[in-house]
């Protein structure tokens, strides 16, 4: 849960998957009669955020966790997705899956370019098993997957969206020479667009001074851009919130032009622990106020900001969605196979 995040001792090493050993892979060519465009999508997602659990995946494309460990487990089959599960010392973690070259092939193939310009290295894919950082990249899809799951509706019924939702790999390729952000996202509500930057804190050896030096980046990338565009920083506890707007507050102020760079944060502590908590909640705080009531629903964030950029185009101009190398949207999956033919 949201409310809850892990910590990365739980899930650090990986568990040996004893299950007998698949098939051979199915060629490219066969797959063809096989893959739906969710699984398509899939393979997609996978590409873009580099690891997905099972309850992740069911929740942004199938029916139930049970129906999408069942299809997953079938497209592992097929030799387009990677599995491990990681050791944790109380319960069990949910199977992870990735990308395999199998399904990089496919990718390839679609965007009509060779599986090395698609930048996919099966190694590196399989990396993230064995990496420190796992746990946080899996918060951050946590983070998003909620906010996608359980997206408020208005006063005329319509659902929020998550328009779009870019990892820190792409991040980095667009914006690393000046700023590194965890995540970049497009929400709508209502008449409300807001993009932002997330910042996504496990609270575990980052010190709040090195997370407040981060602010420096943004600044210069507003600079540079033109483009203001707010910064939301996610931590586990009220108590690890309030050390961190301390060390933000001070490196805030000494920015040349503090307005350039909105900054509002958010403690999962302050979610009720139950499976339908968002990040869209009460619970966001700007950082110009240290005042609770002032807490605001992450739509509401928009009007405290007058001169953040306003996103008046398409977030998908330049190229159709969905796009390997160019904007990724977070288009919904497609709609359902029939069950009697693809589960």
Known sequence: MISRPDQQADTR??????????????????????????????????HE????????????AFPTPAIALRRLTLLHRYGVLERFRPLRTRGSAPVHWV?????AAVLAAEAGISVRELGYNHARALAIAH?????????????????????????????AQVQAWWSQTRCQRLWGDLAR???????????????????????TTTAPARVAAKLHGFAELARATGVITPVLLWVPTTVR????????RRTWERLPDPDAVP?????????????????????????DTDTNTNRKRLHELPSL?????????????????????????????????????HW
């Open 49 to 60: 955020h580099r690891v997905l659990t099972t309850n992740q995946l069911a929740a942004l």
């Open 99 to 103: 990308l395999a070259p199998g399904g």
């Open 131 to 159: 990496s420190l950082h796992l746990t946080h990249t899996l918060g951050v899809a946590e983070w998003f997957t909620t906010l996608i799951a359980h997206a408020p509706r208005d006063q005329r019924g319509n659902q």
């Open 181 to 203: 952000p965890d995540a970049f996202g497009r929400y709508t509500y209502a008449e409300t667009t807001l993009d932002f930057f997330l910042e996504y804190d496990l609270a």
């Open 241 to 248: 919130e309030a050390n961190t707007r301390a060390a933000l």
């Open 263 to 287: 900054v509002a944060t958010a403690a999962a502590e302050l979610l009720a622990p139950r499976p339908e908590a968002s990040p869209a909640e009460h619970v966001w705080l700007p950082l």
């Open 13 to 46: 090493r990986p568990r040996p998957d004893v299950r007998p050993a698949r098939a051979r892979p199915l060629d490219i060519t066969a797959l063809v009669a096989r893959l739906t465009e969710r699984d398509r999508w899939v393979l997609r997602m996978l």
């Open 305 to 341: 900001w007058p001169r953040r950029t306003s996103p008046t185009t398409s977030i998908d101009s330049e190229e159709p969605a969905p796009s390997l190398n160019g904007l990724v949207v977070l288009a919904p999956p497609p709609p359902q196979p029939p069950a009697s033919e």
